[in-house]
Every structure is written in structure tokens, then in C-alpha cells.
DNA sequence: TTTGAGTAGATTGTATACAAACCATAATGT
DNA sequence: ACATTATGGTTTGTATACAATCTACTCAAA
């Protein structure tokens, strides 16, 4: 179990369920960028009344997911060009520094973890399953998160990962796009795997803008 | 006017009021690690219902600011000595990005609001006034984050400063102590201002060393 | 045709009431 | 004396009602 789902173990309120479907929708782009959210009409769906549905509202915004407009209105968060490039700058520092702090931790349990989550990867890639494979991508990284033995910096990685969720997908066009991203996996791996931090965190700073400028295509 | 200040601009709800306050209680210390939250005595104080109240408690659990109990209760977030090193060790990590990058991003702007910054720190310190070191001492590192021209990095490294505001207060027990961290702000200006980013890169990390080494000390 | 004022409906923020869950203490049973 | 159960008070989560604010549309005047 790992921090984030301990945390929702602990949680069944209503406000909290929809603060996850939420955030599963707006990670997998089925909420798109920009799109306005309507609290009585959630609160319709939900099955619920407004108060939870604000709740729920409430977190999504401070966790930058959502944003509120100026007088009213809360919509997904939306990127300009320029802002996604600055978001995947930060991502960038911080998935290298994943990258060097793992290669210098790496243990038994964490190299298991890692390359378990990569066997996913390629089962869906090699499956052409779109969904599983996104599954399975954000599994594999979150692997690596978990390896630094650090929740806080493997909490910030998370949280760009939820952000950039929606445009990281469409870049999984078609079934090539997903084994060349798992194929990208394995030259990863076996920097970090070299025990060399140098050469981990080079690798994962190519490898995060190579996934950027593929996300820029995309969207 | 930076981003956290232009968010804030457009919200005068009671709970975004009841949010900032509590917020700055605790990034000072007045609320202590591990205090309990209270709805209803928190809405009698700020004379409001307990609806804003826990609008305002639901965003600072979002932002890791407080804890939610496992079954009820909600607490300002405390970490043991361990936690407090990993949160170190990811801030570390933030501000070291940050100095590179400002290191080689100075402009005439955010080389003169970096002096500006610094300025108030030498004059509060001088004074012997911890209450001025304090806000004055945000604000020069605010600086460094805003001359990375990267609102997202700005808003990590913030996030971090937040969370361990309360610890790093204490390290500041005498003026001796606000004219040394003063003095160290000079040397770590003179490394970020040679464009060197590895010396940048460096001098922040031993800047951030000895803050920690300080911090554990005075909790 | 354009502009400004007014209005109705929609949305937001909040207060309050109610029910469920939790917890501490007292009473009862072994 | 110790363990278990019951009870009352507290806390949490939610629904609903109300008031304030916002927005879009209509109509009249220039």
C-alpha cells in the first residue's frame, strides 16, 4: 500500500469519492482541459447534495487540478504552450533528481517493485490496451517515486504526474506509441539500475523531453 | 504582485479569510505541530458557521498543511525528526534546482529584487528584530523562486517553505542568530549572482544543510 | 443601430438542522 | 478487581434553505 492509497483507506465520505472519480476522470483526459464543472450538476450525478460536491471542489483547487474562475465557475485546469512547457520544466527537476536519488538506494525490494511494474507495461503495450497501458505507465513511475524512501519528494513527483495526466494520454495515439514508450522504460531502467547518478538523472531528463515534445504534438 | 497574491486578489470568502490566517499561524508557529483544530471552536473564533470552517480545513489538509485524523480530528501536521529530514531532503533538492536555474536566468529585475530582499533581511537583522527577520527572510528566498521565471518551481518550493515554516522559526532564538543566517545570504548571493550554476547549485545546497542542522537543533 | 438599464434566472457562499459515528464515563456482570 | 455494556455528550458529514452576487437577455432611449 502505498502513501496515497493508505491516505483514501482511511476515507468513504461522499465528499471524498468524488474527489477521486473526479480526479480519475481529469487524470485520464475524460475531463478535459478547460472544461467548466457545475456543482449542482455534480451534486445531480454524485447522488448527492452540494456540500460535498463544494468539499470535493474545494480540494481539487488546492491541489491545482482545478482552478476557479475570477467571479465563479470552476474549470480543469487548462496549460498555454508556454505553461506546459514550465510545468514539465519543474517535472523535469524533479523526476531527475528521482532519477540520482534512486540509483544511489536502489534495494532488493525497490528493483523488484521497479521492474514488475515495467513487466505491465510491456504485457499492455504488446496487448495494444490503451487504458491498461496508461495504467500501467503511472504504476511504473510511481514505482520509481516510491524507490527514493522519500513520500515527500515521491508526493510532489505524484502531483505533476496528476497534472499533466490529461496531456501526458494523448500521446498514446496508437499501439506503436505505447511499445515505443515502453522500450523508452527499459534504457531507463538500466541507467538507474547502473548505479551511476550521474547517468540516471541524464537519462530521465531525456526521457522526460522526449515525453514532452511528444505531448506538445499531441495537443 | 507574484502568483500567490494574485490568487488571493479574487477570493474574500470567509473561508478563503479563515484559510490565510490559519495558514499564517502556523507558517509562524503560533499554532503548533501536532495542536488539534477544532469546527465549531475555530467558527465561534472567526464568527462564522462551521461550513467555511471546514472549507478552509478541507484545503489545508489538501495542501499537507494539516492532518486529518484517522477518525476524526484535524491536527497541524508534525514530523518526527526522520520526516523532517526527508522534507528537507526534497526541499533540498527544489532549492538547488532553483539556483541553478536562477543562476542562469538573472536579469537586471530579479537581480534588483534579489538585493531589495536581501536589504530588509540586513535591517531587521540589525535591528535584533525577529519578527521583521522573519517575513523579511520569506521574502528573500520568495525572490530567489520568482527569478526563476517558473511559476510551478516558485510554487514548490513555497509549498516547502509552508510546511516547514514553523520548525525553521525556532532556529532564530537570538539577533546573533538573525545576523548569521543574514551574513550567510550574502555568500549564497555572491555564488548565484557569478552565473556559475554549479557553484549556485552548491552554495544553496550548503545553505539548505546548515538551515537543517540549525533546525533540528532548536526542535 | 448602439448603448444602457432593468430583470429574471443561475450560481455562490453560508447558516442551521439533523442523523450517524465516535468517545469517555458510569453502571453492571463475572 | 476486572471486563463488558450502556449511556450521554461531542464531533463529523450532509441536506436544505436563504441571501448575495453574477450573468444573460430584453427592452427602451438616443
Given at each position: 500500500m502505498n502513501l496515497k492509497e493508505k491516505d483514501d483507506?482511511?476515507?468513504?465520505?461522499?465528499?471524498?469519492?468524488?474527489?477521486?472519480?473526479?480526479?480519475d476522470e481529469?487524470?485520464?483526459?475524460?475531463?478535459?482541459?478547460?472544461?467548466?464543472?457545475?456543482?449542482?450538476?455534480?451534486?445531480?450525478?454524485?447522488?448527492?447534495s452540494r456540500t460535498p460536491v463544494r468539499e470535493a471542489l474545494k480540494r481539487l483547487t488546492a491541489?491545482?487540478?482545478?482552478?476557479?474562475?475570477?467571479?465563479r465557475g470552476v474549470f480543469v485546469a487548462e496549460y498555454s504552450r508556454e505553461q506546459l512547457s514550465q510545468i514539465f520544466e519543474a517535472m523535469h527537476e524533479i523526476?531527475?533528481?528521482?532519477?540520482?536519488?534512486?540509483?544511489?538506494?536502489?534495494?532488493?525490494l525497490s528493483r523488484s517493485e521497479i521492474e514488475a511494474a515495467q513487466s505491465e507495461c510491456i504485457v499492455a503495450?504488446?496487448?495494444?490496451?490503451?487504458?491498461?497501458?496508461?495504467?500501467?505507465?503511472?504504476?511504473?513511475h510511481l514505482a520509481i517515486y516510491n524507490a527514493t524512501g522519500n513520500p515527500y519528494i515521491a508526493?510532489?513527483?505524484?502531483?505533476?504526474?496528476?497534472?499533466?495526466?490529461?496531456?501526458?494520454?494523448?500521446?498514446?495515439?496508437?499501439?506503436?506509441?505505447?511499445?515505443?514508450?515502453a522500450r523508452n522504460h527499459e534504457e531507463l531502467i538500466s541507467d538507474i539500475f547502473s548505479e551511476d547518478s550521474a547517468a540516471a538523472s541524464r537519462s530521465m531528463?531525456?526521457?522526460?523531453?522526449?515525453?514532452?515534445?511528444?505531448?506538445l504534438k499531441a495537443n
Open positions: 483507506a482511511n476515507r468513504s465520505s461522499a465528499a471524498h469519492r468524488i474527489e477521486q472519480e473526479l480526479l481529469i487524470s485520464v483526459g475524460a475531463l478535459a482541459p478547460g472544461q467548466r464543472l457545475d456543482e449542482t450538476g455534480l451534486a445531480e450525478r454524485f447522488g448527492a491541489q491545482g487540478v482545478l482552478v476557479q474562475g475570477e467571479k523526476e531527475a533528481a528521482c532519477a540520482r536519488i534512486v540509483s544511489q538506494r536502489l534495494n532488493l503495450a504488446e496487448a495494444g490496451d490503451r487504458t491498461a497501458y496508461l495504467k500501467a505507465n503511472e504504476a511504473f508526493e510532489i513527483a505524484s502531483e505533476f504526474r496528476r497534472r499533466t495526466g490529461p496531456f501526458r494520454a494523448k500521446k498514446f495515439a496508437s499501439a506503436e506509441d505505447l511499445l515505443t514508450s531528463r531525456d526521457h522526460m523531453t522526449a515525453s514532452f515534445i511528444e505531448t
